[in-house]
């Protein structure tokens, strides 16, 4: 289907009622709901839809860089770029059937990529939904260059939560992370699940493979398991950053909170021929609690 800037999007659902939205403007997941029909990604009410730059909300990609250097836009090309459909998607495991549902996309380099950041790749993105709503991306980021190339990647993660202030992360406790917030500078977290209290913009560094997000008023557990990606980055901006951007309304830091699984400390380093593969998937359930009443 189209979106209103004619904009080709995808929609999966599974057999039991889950969807997703994926936009080929970024590759970006742009809705993820469960079988009840919720959402359970945010997007800002001051997104804006239109491209180049990617919409504020959903999941999007962070390729090739992290962060703003060099000639590169800020967190990369691939967010801003359109994709295409993948005419030859690599096989699909024998183990993936069950009724999952797939879309398989393509980013190429354009002649003006290739100026700003000089090699050849192809980039294929597979985001999938499981029959118990789970959604996962796989990407697989080839060198088809004559020389090596470095990268930094996330899928930038926009949860929906009831109140920042109810939520709390746990599985990255006693990593150590580097604050964007002073110079990248290398702290070590101490024992607690993570709580929010103000803005917040860390990278955690080699975390576990699975990191799970509690959202105590929506009785809400988000559980990202994450292979090749060693790091997680945490952010939310808060009231103050909140105001300072124009696609974010002034409150809605408190109905957001951005995990992202990701590879920032030690880029990668793809020799010629070489391939890359990284996935994320996202299960939201039910928490269950030892009731205190
Ligand atoms: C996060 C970064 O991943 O993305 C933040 O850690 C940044 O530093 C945020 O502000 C949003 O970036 P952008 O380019 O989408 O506004």
Not at 76 to 97: K, L, Q, Y
Not at 214 to 225: A, G, Q, W
């Amino acid at each position: 289907i189209k979106d209103w800037n004619n904009i080709d999007q995808v929609v999966l659902r599974s057999p039991r009622g889950a969807s997703a939205r994926v936009s080929l403007h970024g590759g970006q997941v742009i809705s993820w709901r469960n079988e009840r029909g919720e959402e359970l990604l945010f997007t800002s009410s001051k997104a804006i839809l239109k491209p180049p730059k990617a919409m504020r909300g959903g999941i999007s990609i962070y390729f090739p860089q992290f962060g703003n250097c060099g000639m590169l836009e800020q967190h990369g090309f691939a967010r801003n770029r359109m994709w295409s459909i993948d005419n030859e998607p690599p096989p699909t495991p024998s183990n993936d059937g069950n009724g999952k549902v797939s879309v398989d996309l393509l980013l190429k380099p354009s002649e003006d990529d290739l100026k700003c950041w000089p090699h050849c790749f192809e980039f294929r993105l597979r985001v999938s939904l499981a029959m118990d709503g789970n959604l996962t991306m796989v990407s697989r980021i080839r060198n088809i260059d004559a020389k090596p190339f470095s990268f930094s990647f996330a899928y930038h993660t926009y949860l929906s939560v009831s109140d920042i202030s109810e939520v709390r992360i746990e599985g990255l406790e006693t990593l150590d992370y580097l604050d964007n917030l002073c110079q990248r500078e290398r702290f070590t977290e101490q024992g607690d699940a993570i709580t929010f209290e103000s803005e917040v913009d860390r990278v955690y560094l080699g975390s576990p493979n699975i990191v799970a997000v509690l959202d105590h008023e929506k009785k809400r557990t988000f559980v990202i398991r994450k292979e090749g990606l060693p790091d997680v980055v945490v952010w939310n901006p808060w009231e103050r950053k909140s105001k300072t951007m124009v696609d974010f309304g002034d409150e809605e830091y408190k109905q957001t909170l951005c995990v992202d699984g990701a590879l920032i400390e030690r880029p990668v380093n793809l020799k010629p021929g070489e391939e890359w593969t990284a996935k994320l998937e996202l299960s939201a359930i039910p928490s269950t609690y030892c009731s205190d009443h």
